[in-house]
C-alpha cells in the first residue's frame, strides 16, 4: 500500500480492536496484539483520546472506544428522538418545579436547545429550540463537559468570556468546577450567563453510557437559591435528576452509572 | 450508584389508572390528584393487512397487552391495588369486534376504524337516501369509516355468525366494550356495555335520544341483542375481577379523542382542540346541543358525566397523518423512527414542490371520499426523500387547515388559538408549521398524554376524586406556543396547490 500514512493505519488498528465487542483493554495488551512499542501505542491512544475516540476508564486505566465515535456511527441518537423520548418526563418537572425546562446536546462547541417547556404561568415565552447556550457558564454546558470528554476538551480549548461578575473563566477553575459536577451529579449556573437567572441541570445517558445530552431548570434566582447568595434549593436539583434518570431510563442507559 | 426508581420529587397517592386501548398500542398511564403522571407503561400490537384497504387487529393479543401494561405501570410505581380509586377505559374508536360470549372468544379479527371493506355495503345502504341518508339521526354519513357496517359485513362473511348471534351467544363491542368486559370478569359476569361517546361513532345510535335507533338497525339487517348497553361516560360499570387491579371500580369510557377533549379542559362551549396520533381528529365542545355540519364534518357525542345532559361535539376527522410517518418508516424505509422525519426533513428548506396526500383509506372529512388513493403531487428530478418528509409534514397541517376552515363556516367562530396535543406534537418543525399554515398560534399543554388524563379524569369525577370540571380546569398549563410566521401570499398560495394535489386523489378507485 504505497501512500499510506503509518500512525492513522496504527491508529485504525486499535480502534479496530477495541470496536470488537466494545471491549475494554488495558495499554499493554493493545501494545503486544498490535506488535507495538508500548511507547508508540500510547503516544496513538492519547491522539485518540483527545480526539474524543477513545477513552480511558479513570480507575482501571483501560482503554475502550469513545462518544465521539459512536456520534460519528449510526448508534448516535437523533436529537428528535431524544426530544420525543424526554417529553413526558420534562413537561413533569416543569410542572413540579414550576420553571422553565430546556434539554440540550453538544453542538459545534455550544449547547443547542432541542427541546423547551414553559415556565408553567400565564407569562408570555416563546419557543427557544435552535437556540444555543455557551459550554462554560451555562448549567447544561457544564454537566455536559463533566460526563463527556470530547466536550470537555472543547470546553478547556474555547475562549471563555466573561457574561457576568460571577462567570468563571479560568482554566483551573474551570477544571475543579467540572470535577465537582462529575461528582455530584449536577450542574449550576448562578448567574453565570445572565444577572438574575439561575439553572439547575443535569446529564441524560443513552444505553452506552454516553452523555448525550442534559436536562436543566431555569428560573429567576431567588427562587433557584435558598437566598440570593445560599445554596441550590435541595428539592429542585432532586426533581431534575429525577427527570434526567427517567429520560436515561427510557433511552435503555443508566444501570451501571453515577448520574 | 444508583439503581433504583427514585421517586423523591413525586407526590403522594391515592392515584387514578387510565387505559388507552389504542390503534397502534395499548398503555396504561397512572396519574395522581394533580394530574401528573407517576407511571407509564405502553405495548404495541400488530397491525394486519391482509389485503390492499383492510387492517385488522387480533383482540386477544391487546386483552393480553391491556393486561400486561396495567401490571406493568402499577410495578413500576410500586403501587398495591389499594392506592388506586378507580380505573379509566379511553380507546381507538369505531374499531369493531364480536365475540361468543360463552367462551370469550373473538369469532374474527377486529376490523380497524381504517378499514375501507364496508365501502360497497356503505354505498348499497347509501342507494336509498345517499350519503346522508342517517346523518339526521347520528350525524354521520354513511362511510366505512363507522362501526355498523363493519358489524354487517362480519355476519355475512364469518360463516354461522348471523345464526349464532340470532341464538344470542354473539356480543359485538367497539375496543371500550371488549377491554370493560374482559376486565370485570368476562365469561364470569363480565359486564356489556359501551358509553354514549363510543356508540355515537356506530352509524346505530340515535344522538337525540341516545339510545339505538331500530329503524337503522334494521335497514342494517343488525340484530339488537348483539349490542351493549349504553352508559354515560363516567359512572361505575362494575368492579375489576382478577389482575393487578382486583376489585378496583372501572368508572368511565371514552373514545380516544373524546377523552383527550376532555383531558385538554374543553369544557366550555366553542373550545377546541386537535389530537395528533395514528390520524388527527379536531373536536369543538358544540356545549348541549347537536350541531349538524353542512362542511362535510361530523357531529358527535363530547361526553356525558353520570345522569347530566349530554355535551355534543363536532368533529374533523383526518385518516392518516402519524399514519405516514409510520408509512415514512416501515413500507418506505427513509427514516429508523417517527421523530427522525424531522431531521430528515430539515435538511431542505421547502417541499421542492412536492405534497403528498395521504388518502390512503380514502378521504375523511370535509371530503368523505371513499374512491380516493394517496397521490404524490409536483414531482421533479429535482425532488429528494428530504423534500418527501417536508411534504408528509404538510399534509399533516394541510389537512388540518381544511378541517379548520370548515369548522369556522360549521360553528361560526374563528379559532384564536388551536390546542394540540398526541405524539406528532413532539415534533416542533411540525408544529411551527401548522401555526404558519393556519396562521393562528398553536398551543401544547404540559401533559401530552391528554387522552389517558381525559379517561383518568372522568373515572376520578365517578368517584369523588376530583370534585368538579374546575378543579381539573386548574391543573392546564401551557408547556409551549408556536406563532405563525408565513407571509399570507406563501400561504394562500401552498394551500392552493395543496388543494389541487387533493382533487387528484379522488375517483381512482373504480365505482365496481
Ligand atoms: N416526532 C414525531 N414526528 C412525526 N410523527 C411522530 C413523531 N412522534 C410520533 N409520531 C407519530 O405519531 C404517532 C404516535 O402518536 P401517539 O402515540 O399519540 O399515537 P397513538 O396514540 O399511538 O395512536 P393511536 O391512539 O391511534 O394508537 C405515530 O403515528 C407516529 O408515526
Ligand atoms: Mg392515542
Redesign the interface.
Known amino acids: 500500500m504505497s501512500g499510506s500514512i503509518q500512525s492513522v493505519e496504527r491508529a485504525a488498528a486499535i480502534l479496530r480492536l477495541l470496536g470488537g465487542g466494545e471491549r475494554r483493554m488495558g495499554l499493554t495488551d493493545i501494545a503486544s496484539t498490535l506488535g507495538l512499542a508500548k511507547a508508540t501505542a500510547h503516544g496513538i491512544l492519547r491522539t485518540l483520546q483527545q480526539e474524543g475516540f477513545v477513552e480511558q476508564d479513570a480507575a482501571t486505566g483501560r482503554y475502550q472506544l469513545g462518544a465521539e465515535l459512536l456520534r460519528l456511527g449510526n448508534s448516535y441518537l437523533d436529537i428528535h428522538d431524544l426530544r420525543a423520548r424526554a417529553l413526558v418526563w420534562t413537561d413533569d418537572l416543569a410542572r413540579s418545579s414550576g420553571e422553565s425546562v430546556h434539554l440540550g446536546v453538544p453542538h459545534q462547541g455550544g449547547v443547542l436547545v432541542v427541546h423547551h417547556v414553559f415556565r408553567p404561568d400565564d407569562s408570555r415565552q416563546v419557543v427557544e429550540v435552535g437556540a444555543m447556550q455557551p459550554l462554560h457558564s451555562s448549567a447544561m454546558g457544564k454537566a455536559l463537559a463533566a460526563f463527556d470528554p470530547v466536550v470537555r476538551t472543547q470546553l478547556l480549548a474555547a475562549d471563555r468570556p466573561r457574561f457576568t461578575a460571577r462567570t468563571v473563566t479560568g482554566r483551573r477553575d474551570v477544571e475543579d468546577l467540572l470535577e465537582v459536577v462529575r461528582e455530584q451529579g449536577w450542574a449550576s449556573d448562578l448567574e453565570e450567563s445572565w444577572e438574575g437567572l439561575a439553572s439547575v441541570a443535569s446529564p441524560v445517558h443513552d444505553r452506552r453510557g454516553v452523555a448525550v445530552g442534559a436536562v436543566g431548570v431555569t428560573g429567576a434566582v431567588e427562587r433557584v437559591r435558598e437566598s440570593r447568595d445560599g445554596a441550590v434549593r435541595p428539592a429542585l436539583v432532586a426533581a431534575v435528576r429525577d427527570c434526567a434518570r427517567a429520560v436515561t431510563r427510557d433511552l435503555g442507559g443508566g444501570r451501571f452509572r453515577i448520574n | ?3 433504583k ?6 407526590g403522594q397517592g391515592p392515584y387514578i389508572a387510565a387505559i388507552d386501548q389504542g390503534t397502534t398500542s395499548s398503555r396504561c398511564i397512572v396519574f395522581d390528584k ?1 394530574g ?2 407517576v407511571a ?1 407503561d405502553q405495548k404495541e400490537h400488530e397491525q394486519i393487512f391482509p389485503k390492499p384497504g383492510w387492517v385488522e387487529h387480533d383482540a386477544a393479543e391487546i386483552w393480553t397487552n391491556v393486561q400486561a401494561v396495567v401490571d406493568g405501570a402499577i410495578a413500576q410505581a410500586g403501587l398495591s391495588k389499594s392506592d388506586v380509586k378507580a380505573i379509566g377505559i379511553t380507546n381507538q374508536r369505531e374499531t369493531t369486534m364480536m365475540w361468543d360470549k360463552n367462551t370469550g372468544a373473538p369469532v374474527h379479527n377486529a376490523l380497524v376504524w381504517q378499514d375501507t371493506r364496508t365501502d360497497v355495503l356503505c354505498r348499497e345502504f347509501g342507494r336509498k337516501g345517499g350519503q346522508d341518508r342517517w346523518r339526521r339521526e347520528t350525524g354521520l354519513p354513511l362511510a366505512s369509516y363507522f362501526a355498523g357496517p363493519k358489524i354487517r359485513w362480519l355476519l355475512d362473511n364469518v360463516e354461522g355468525l348471523r345464526e349464532r348471534a340470532e341464538r344470542g351467544d354473539i356480543l359485538f363491542g367497539t375496543m371500550d366494550s371488549w377491554v370493560i368486559w374482559n376486565l370485570t370478569g368476562g365469561v364470569n359476569g363480565g359486564v356489556h356495555v359501551t358509553d354514549v361517546t363510543n356508540a355515537s361513532r356506530t352509524l346505530l345510535m340515535n344522538l337525540h335520544t341516545l339510545a339505538w335507533e331500530p329503524k337503522i338497525l334494521e335497514a342494517m339487517g343488525i340484530p339488537e341483542s348483539v349490542l351493549p348497553e349504553i352508559r354515560s361516560s363516567a359512572e361505575v360499570y362494575g368492579q375489576a375481577v382478577g389482575g393487578s387491579l382486583a376489585g378496583v371500580p372501572v368508572a368511565s369510557a371514552l373514545g380516544d379523542q373524546q377523552a383527550a377533549l376532555f383531558g385538554q379542559t374543553c369544557f366550555d362551549e366553542g373550545e377546541a382542540k386537535s389530537t395528533y396520533g395514528t390520524g388527527t381528529f379536531l373536536l369543538m365542545n358544540t356545549a348541549n346541543k347537536p350541531i349538524n355540519s353542512y362542511n362535510g364534518l361530523i357531529t358527535t357525542v363530547g361526553y356525558r358525566i353520570g345522569d347530566q345532559a349530554p355535551v355534543y361535539a363536532l368533529e374533523g376527522s383526518i385518516a392518516i397523518t402519524g399514519a405516514l410517518v409510520q408509512w415514512m418508516r416501515d413500507q418506505m424505509g427513509l427514516i ?8 430528515l426533513a430539515l435538511t431542505v428548506e421547502d417541499n421542492g414542490g412536492a405534497y403528498f396526500v395521504p388518502a390512503f383509506s380514502g378521504l375523511f372529512a370535509p371530503h368523505w371520499r371513499s374512491d380516493a388513493r394517496g397521490v404524490i403531487a409536483g414531482l421533479t428530478r429535482y425532488v429528494t426523500k428530504a423534500h418527501i418528509a417536508r411534504a408528509v409534514l404538510e399534509a399533516t397541517a394541510w389537512q388540518t387547515r381544511e378541517i379548520c376552515d370548515a369548522m369556522a363556516k360549521d360553528s361560526g367562530v374563528e379559532p384564536t388559538t388551536l390546542k394540540v396535543d398526541g ?1 406528532m406534537t ?3 418543525l411540525l408544529m411551527q408549521t401548522l401555526a404558519d399554515f393556519l396562521g393562528t398560534p398553536v398551543v401544547r399543554p ?4 391528554t387522552t389517558c388524563l381525559g379517561a383518568a379524569y372522568a373515572a376520578g369525577l365517578a368517584v369523588g376524586f376530583w370534585s368538579d370540571t374546575d378543579e381539573l380546569r386548574a391543573n392546564w ?7 405563525p410566521d408565513m407571509s399570507e401570499e406563501d400561504r394562500a398560495d401552498q394551500y392552493r396547490k395543496w388543494l389541487k394535489a387533493v382533487e387528484r386523489t379522488k375517483g381512482w378507485i373504480d365505482e365496481d
Open positions: 450508584m444508583t439503581d426508581q427514585s421517586n423523591s420529587s413525586r394533580d401528573r403522571i407509564v429508523q423512527s417517527a421523530p427522525e422525519i424531522e431531521t405524539g413532539s415534533n416542533n404540559m401533559v401530552a398524554e398549563k401551557r408547556a409551549a406556543e408556536w406563532t
